[in-house]
């Protein structure tokens, strides 16, 4: 197949501020590779995972299409463009010269993920005068005693990782929501703190744009300033904030509906629902439960996919695409939903409402639907460690990710990246037997067919349950890179995913630093129009 080329000026006049089309930029490199240098809009789909997500970040079939890779030196967007044709889109171009045509036009690179949200952020507190407090003054006022609560923005399973002591987990979306059954007092100081910057920035202001009587400061840098401030970081805590009880539910409905008039949040009925549903073809159409995911879990409105409101700001390209698509919440109490469009609004998403409906609705439950799979022979996780003790010649390719491999992989296992086996997997010696496996084993399925092209005449296995089954049955593991085909750039490196702390101390700096450099970069830019909303 072949596939019609864009130049990088064509590609950035359609990405105009002032542009209405819809559009989707999709950088097919793996996530710590587009970390490395990417444009502005360009939403991270990464060759060796387009299977599993597309449909979902993807809806319309029809939309435009630009792929985007690294260039000429390291090609993968023909090879996505044509797993997406297989899958019925129908508009795709491959972006001229790739990341590299794009920096030789001139145009902007921005290092990092999830870029607009993070300088939306940088946006919120410089135009609204966000209040902070420093790690330093929070530990010094909570020596002395004062009324203070620390709210929590991020989802608990970084909160239980690591947190400012005393804190209480309440993501995003949910400070409106829960914040009065947990603070029922107007006199006591709310800190809103996340690992660095945007959600703590984020969360204060959606505390203050709601109205609280409270006193409310984010905490400057969350808990990498805290560290770096030599502070003790609190671990494995458990504290979450209750749902909110009638009262409460009442207070925060009426600071939503303050927030919903300020920041003209509109609502849909069902019948606008249903009529955007059969206009598909022409629009896209992002159905989103901003709730947490118990609740989802439990019942959610037919075909919505699970999108947490704090996450869904802070990492918006993780659930949507497409550019100027139609993007409907819900939330059956709409407080959620309510916060969460009142900024995505800002953000100049222009197209975000929130569904009219009730909890009766949510007919559905358990997780969203996956991608179909086509299913390779497996060997079971018993079957390959006796294979595997009898000394026959196997090889067992790991195709998890770089920290998942590191923390514990099955002994003798290679690494891999699935897009770059067709250049690595020289590096495996000729053997009669190859298993692939991954976490779950759903992209061992995938590369079973690549790997069965590039070693004609090898019997190919996926390990039925992926390495979370070899786990599970408590077989051995190895730990650390002892057996890399690739390079480790699949995914983005956390400052604190190091055990060296000097490194740490280096890579929060950086981060920090990072973040609030952001703005001087949209404004060189140039593509980037946020909005402010006077109160």
Request: net charge negative; aromatic share 6%.
């Amino acid at each position: 197949m072949t596939f019609d080329l864009i130049s990088p000026a064509r590609l950035r006049e359609k990405m105009a501020p002032d542009a209405t089309a819809e559009y989707a930029l999709i950088d097919v490199r793996e996530l710590g590779v587009h970390s490395e240098g990417h444009p502005f809009f360009a939403v991270p789909l990464p060759l060796s995972q387009l299977e599993l997500k597309a449909l979902k970040l993807l809806p319309r079939k029809s939309v435009p299409l630009y792929i985007l890779d690294q260039g000429p030196e390291l090609p993968l967007a023909e090879r996505a463009a044509e797993l997406l044709a297989g899958f019925g889109y129908s508009d795709i171009r491959l972006v001229e010269r790739g990341v590299e045509g794009w920096r030789e036009a001139g145009f902007e690179i921005f290092s990092g993920i999830n870029v607009p949200s993070k300088a939306f952020g940088e946006f919120v507190e410089e135009a609204y005068g966000t209040p902070h407090i420093t790690a330093s003054d929070l530990a010094e006022r909570q020596k002395q005693g004062e009324k203070i609560v620390i709210l929590d923005s991020r989802p608990f399973r970084e909160f239980h990782r690591m947190s400012i002591p005393g804190g209480i987990d309440m993501p995003g979306a949910e400070l409106v929501h829960r914040v009065y059954e947990t603070v029922p007092d107007a006199d006591t100081q709310i800190v809103v703190n996340c690992a660095g910057r945007t959600r703590s920035i984020i969360g204060a202001q959606s505390l203050i744009n709601a109205g609280i009587p409270n006193p409310v400061a984010a905490l400057k840098d969350g808990t990498m300033g805290w560290h770096l401030a030599d502070l003790k970081l609190a671990h494995k805590e458990n504290r979450v904030a209750p749902p909110p009880g009638p009262d409460a539910g009442s207070r925060s409905q009426q600071s939503a509906d303050q927030v919903a008039t300020r920041f003209g949040v509109k609502t849909i009925d069902l019948d606008t629902l249903e009529a955007w549903q059969q206009e598909r073809e022409t629009r896209s159409l992002y159905l989103l439960d901003v709730r947490d995911e118990a609740e989802y879990l439990a019942g959610h409105f037919p075909g919505a996919l699970h999108a947490p409101g704090g996450q869904l700001v802070q990492a918006t390209d993780e659930y949507v695409a497409t550019r100027n698509a139609r993007i409907v919440l819900i939330d059956g109490e709409s407080v959620r939903a309510v916060m969460t469009a009142s900024w995505l609004l800002q953000m100049n998403w222009p197209e975000v409402l929130v569904l009219q409906t009730s909890p009766d609705r949510f007919t559905e439950t358990g997780p969203s639907a996956g991608a179909e799979i086509e299913q390779t022979p497996v060997i079971s996780a018993h079957e390959l460690d006796a294979a595997l003790a009898s000394g026959e010649p196997i090889a067992v390719i790991d195709l998890g990710s770089s920290p998942a491999y590191r923390a514990g992989h099955i002994p003798g296992a290679y690494w891999a990246i699935r897009a770059r086996l067709d250049k690595d997997l020289i590096f495996v010696p000729p053997m009669g037997l190859i298993v692939l496996t991954s976490k779950d084993g759903d992209i061992a399925h995938l590369a079973a067919q690549e790997v069965a092209r590039l070693r004609p005449g090898t019997l190919i296995r996926v390990l039925d349950g992926g390495t979370a089954a070899w786990k599970q049955a408590s077989l051995p593991l190895e730990k650390g890179e002892t057996q890399l085909l690739s390079r480790l750039d699949d995914l983005w490196s956390r400052p604190y995913d190091t055990s060296d702390p000097e490194e740490v101390r280096k890579r929060m700096q950086d981060y920090l630093t990072w973040e609030v450099g952001l703005m001087q970069q949209i404004e060189r830019d140039g593509l980037v129009r946020f909005q402010r909303f006077e109160p």
